[in-house]
């Protein structure tokens, strides 16, 4: 796990990943000045924009559309956070202070407990120098996993993002970006089914950005050989519509090309921890494999709720054991 999370006591820092400020259960950030909006955004699937995932729904924070002629509005300071629970891995490493900005300051690496800390900054340099968009680009979606809320998934083709509103929000970011790079991370619906993704893809890995794409696999290996070389691609293996075939042909096209970045996110299903052996079977048969692609295996929420499914004793060590990089 990757330690992205820096936090500060006292100028003094110690570098976590999310997840273990998950694990522990130290999200609570409420009354906390957080950069959500000045550093990072989040466009929803109906085109909503926000500061973060957290607000969604809450009028007050609410940015603009980008199906509309109004601005968007662009925020110049830190929002008060006002959420039980930070929700989403990436914002829970925005910066953020308790009481006082300059408790962001950090000059020397020590201890900094967990459960004692001031502020939260960006422990990579790759993070510090950019600031990122979030965007559920569009809902339309080519698979009904049973597991997928109502609101993130459709078959409408009014759900596809229009040119009008990519030239929109292209022109949003470049003021938002202040002179910055951006971190651009793409989910659905599933993005490449629309057809002006690729060349959106393109024209941000032109201006220096970094993009990385969640996809759910059925396009063609090809397309994700030639995407993979402006974009990191990431492919979340949704048991009920991937063939572990057609996955081990776009693994196998994909890293013979030399992928900037390339992963894949096991989705478990509760009782189906066979189906995954069985992709990771046909996997391990690809030469590299394991050494070129970064993989993750996640448990899944019950659909509509943010409650996870309840899994048995036994299933849920396997999953350790596999997230623990151990699947030989
Ligand atoms: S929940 Fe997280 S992202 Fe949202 S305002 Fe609070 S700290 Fe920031
Ligand atoms: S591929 Fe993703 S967006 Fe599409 S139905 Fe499945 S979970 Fe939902």
């Not at 609101?151 to 509103?165: I, P, Q, R």
């Not at 309840?310 to 396997?318: F, G, R, V």
Request: proline share 4%; hydrophobic share 35%.
């Amino acid at each position: 796990m990757s330690k992205l999370a820096r936090l500060i006591k006292d100028n003094i820092y110690k570098d976590y990943a999310p997840q273990e400020l998950i694990q522990e259960n130290v999200i609570q950030f409420k009354g906390w000045k957080c950069s959500a909006g000045t550093e990072g955004l989040f466009i929803d699937w109906g085109g909503e924009v926000w500061p973060a995932t957290c607000v969604v729904q809450s009028r007050r924070h609410r940015l603009g559309s980008i199906y509309d002629d109004s601005p968007i509005e662009l925020l110049d300071d830190y929002i008060t956070c006002q959420a039980k629970t930070c929700p989403c891995l990436v914002e829970i490493y925005l910066p953020k202070y308790k009481n006082d900005p300059t408790s962001l300051v950090e000059n020397l690496s020590g201890d900094v407990s967990l459960l004692d800390f001031d502020a939260i900054a960006r422990a990579s340099d790759h993070d510090r120098h950019r600031k990122y968009i979030m965007w559920a680009f569009g809902r339309k979606c080519n698979f009904s996993c049973s597991y997928c809320d109502d609101h993130s998934h459709s078959k409408d083709d009014n759900d596809l993002v229009t040119k009008t509103a990519i030239e929109k929000v292209t022109e949003y970011s470049d003021r938002f970006r202040q002179g910055k790079s951006l971190m651009w991370s793409f989910t659905g619906g599933e993005p490449t089914i629309n057809p002006l993704f690729f060349d959106f893809v393109k024209l941000l890995h032109s201006k220096g950005d970094t993009v990385t794409v969640a996809s759910n696999g059925s396009q063609h290996a090809n397309y994700y050989a030639e995407l993979s070389q402006y974009a990191n691609i990431n492919i979340s293996v949704h048991f009920e519509y991937l063939k572990p075939s057609k996955l081990g042909k776009i693994v196998s096209t994909v890293i013979q090309n030399q992928p900037m970045w390339f992963g894949l996110n096991f989705m478990i299903m509760p009782g189906k921890l066979d189906k995954c052996i069985e992709y990771i079977t046909e996997l391990k048969k690809i030469p590299n494999f394991k050494e070129r692609t970064n993989v993750h295996f996640d448990i899944l929420r019950v659909k509509n709720t943010g409650v996870f499914e309840i899994y048995a004793a036994e299933e849920l060590e396997i999953i350790k054991k596999l997230q623990s990089g151990d699947y030989d």
